[in-house]
């Protein structure tokens, strides 16, 4: 340690609590002077240890990321606090995360490097920094788990928004859409899937048709404006808008182009469900129509009676949202909540309507609409789907994916929240 | 030499269509660069279904039962049976319909090349990403012939079945026609095949 750094620290040691705004200059000095003692606030100005060059939250601000109480060694699942996000993007630190079977790799994006290659003209080798020369975009997306809201998350009467169904997270893309790099490898006739790899330990693979990595999937560097986030796939993962959360590639190494798909191990044993009469759904891709109220919502306690806003999240698989109805007596009559815009397709939309509450009990519930009409089914519709009734959901020992019933709170006249999923 | 002059013409024409697949038009030439053979043949570990991306080699159960007892055991169990670090590759049978269904390798898996492939790329687990010594590395012979054991135990294959390139893409599984749609040609089509607000047919 040089005489400066150790003095710098043994000055903050007297200097303790004291609030950097709280010091006045003895003298009038130039800001980006640092020379002076003045600054001696117990670290180096413009190094990692400057608490002011990489901003931080209020000391009051404590909301934080749940994991699954249910989590493995190997999945490590930890999800959103849905009920605390303000707007429709997800703080990157705040991201949900689930790793199935590998710990999250040190990548070194110097030396990092990405290859297209099967039924292509000629394969292609990219560096980081050949990747960032390309025209690049920035969507907003949502990605989700397929096991998000699935009925052993929302068991509990008590469960909060973040347990129910904080596995979906938004944050704004950026890199360069797959097609143009496919345009660079030129593709052989008869190819119609690719499959996408990762570089962790475990190379984990998803099988994604050839169609969807021309349409809109995107190679990408950057999320909410910084780099991807290790855990998110640093340097580079695959976002695939609207599909299953395995279909969006972290760590992305590889993508080879084929004629069938490669039954990788998300394709099939993973990534599957099973009907009651034992037969699986493969292949299903895209996640459905899907919303939550996430204030109030689970957990919470209503602070009194009078204005309340209805607020919330929604989002679909197969493109923007385009209505959100909320009912307040517990799905008898919906009022059009109002959609805060512009609706990005495959994206988180916040939905919001104003609300009285008037003491008494209430159910609160919300119901979207997509792009092609679809809307999110109630639990009963789906048992008619499905041909079962309720207990089924809560009796099976197998998890199931792509599960996007209405999400009924029910409060109560003291005004404490609880999950009513199964009720309803 | 009847159809001597007649391919000749089929070569030039080849000849001419790929040639010009070749000089097609990059917008970027100056990123990227060509793979080599080896690099290639390194990262290339996909195996389709049709396993005609399969490396040589072969193997059967009771050589894969010497390497399961030495690598696998501790995860998956003495029997195969599962503990709580590995899953169960035995058992399950007539589950799939009921609230208890176990979706083991014997009673689920739709093909058999999966199964070398998910050896091959993920076993025995990295959990933290350690860098591996080669020699730890599972050899493609050792994988042929782990699958050609859980093969086996599942009553799929006979004991002395060799496993390789040739025959374990020809392994028919108990379970190929418990997807829906079954054909993989017809899983491409996501809305036309009746999937809608999330669920599939």
Do not use: A, H, I
């Given at each position: 340690m040089s005489d400066r750094r150790r003095f710098l620290k043994s000055s903050a040691a007297v200097i303790g609590g004291v609030a950097v705004g709280g010091i006045k200059p003895a003298v009038a000095q130039r800001m980006d002077d640092t020379s002076g003692e003045y600054w001696s606030l117990g670290y180096e100005p413009n190094t990692p240890d400057d608490p002011r060059v990489y901003g931080q939250r209020s000391r009051y601000v404590t909301s934080l990321r749940t994991y699954n109480p249910k989590r493995t060694r190997a999945t490590d699942d930890i999800h959103t606090p849905l009920q605390d996000i303000e707007g429709f993007v997800t703080p990157a630190p705040l991201h949900f995360n689930v790793n199935h079977g590998s710990a999250i790799p040190d990548i070194d994006p110097s030396t990092h490097k990405f290859m297209i290659h099967g039924m292509v003209?000629?394969?292609?080798?990219?560096?980081?920094?050949?990747?960032?020369?390309?025209?690049?975009?920035?969507?907003?997306h949502f990605v989700e788990c397929s096991y998000n809201a699935a009925p052993p998350e929302r068991r509990y009467p008590d469960a909060t928004v973040a347990r129910t169904h904080g596995q979906t997270s938004c944050s704004l893309w950026t890199g360069v859409p797959l097609s143009v790099l496919l345009k660079e490898t030129g593709i052989k006739d008869g190819a119609t899937w690719i499959v996408a790899e990762g570089g962790e330990a475990k190379k984990r693979t998803k099988s994604i048709p050839l169609s969807k990595a021309l349409d809109d999937a995107i190679v990408a560097w950057g999320q909410n404006g910084e780099p991807v986030r290790p855990e998110q796939g640093f340097p580079l993962r695959l976002v695939t808008p609207g599909y299953e959360g395995p279909a969006n590639v972290k760590w992305l190494r590889r993508i080879k182009l084929g004629a069938q798909p490669w039954i990788a191990h998300a394709d099939n044993p993973g990534h599957t469900t099973l009907r009651p009469d034992g037969k699986g759904r493969?292949?299903?891709?895209?996640m459905g129509v899907n919303s939550v109220i996430t204030r109030p919502s689970g957990g919470q306690q209503m602070p009194g009676r009078g204005f309340h806003p209805i607020t919330g999240l929604a989002w679909s698989g197969g493109g923007a949202i385009t209505r959100v109805e909320v009912s307040t007596d517990g799905g008898r009559t919906w009022d059009d909540a109002q959609l805060e815009g512009p609706a990005h397709r495959f994206a988180h939309t916040r939905f919001y309507m104003p609300w009285k509450w008037q003491g008494g009990e209430a159910v609160i519930m919300s119901r979207a609409t997509d792009e092609h009409g679809d809307v999110q089914p109630s639990l009963h519709e789906l048992n008619q789907i499905y041909g079962v009734q309720t207990d089924y959901w809560l009796k099976i020992k197998d998890s199931r994916g792509h599960f996007n019933p209405i999400q009924p709170w029910r409060i109560t006249a003291e005004g404490s929240i609880t999950n009513a999923v199964w009720e309803i | 030499m009847q159809y001597g002059k007649f391919s000749l013409v089929i070569l030039v024409t080849t000849l001419i269509i790929n040639s010009g697949a070749c000089a097609q038009v990059r917008t970027y030439p100056d990123l990227g660069t060509t793979p080599s053979a080896e690099q290639l043949k390194d990262w290339d570990i996909s195996i389709n279904v049709s396993g005609d991306e399969l490396p040589p080699g072969s193997g059967i159960a009771s050589q894969g039962e010497t390497i399961y007892m030495q690598r696998c055991v501790g995860c998956h169990g003495q029997n195969l049976e599962g503990t709580s670090?590995?899953?169960?590759?035995?058992?399950?049978?007539?589950t799939l319909g009921t609230l208890t269904p176990k979706k083991t390798i014997g009673v689920y898996w739709p093909f058999a090349t999966p199964i070398w492939d998910f050896i091959n790329r993920s076993m025995p687990p990295n959990l933290y990403n350690i860098p591996v010594d080669p020699s730890q590395k599972l050899t493609a012979d050792q994988v042929y012939a782990l699958t050609a054991f859980i093969l086996y135990k599942n009553n799929i294959i006979a004991e002395n079945e060799v496993m390789d390139r040739e025959t374990l893409p020809k392994v028919e599984m108990p379970n190929r026609d418990g997807f829906i749609p079954t054909n993989l040609d017809d899983v491409l089509d996501y809305r036309g095949r009746g999937c809608r607000a999330g669920t599939c047919p």
């Open positions: 003209d000629k394969p292609l080798v990219f560096t980081m920094e050949e990747l960032k020369r390309f025209p690049s975009v920035s969507r907003f493969w292949f299903e891709f895209e | 670090l590995g899953k169960p590759l035995v058992g399950g049978q007539g």
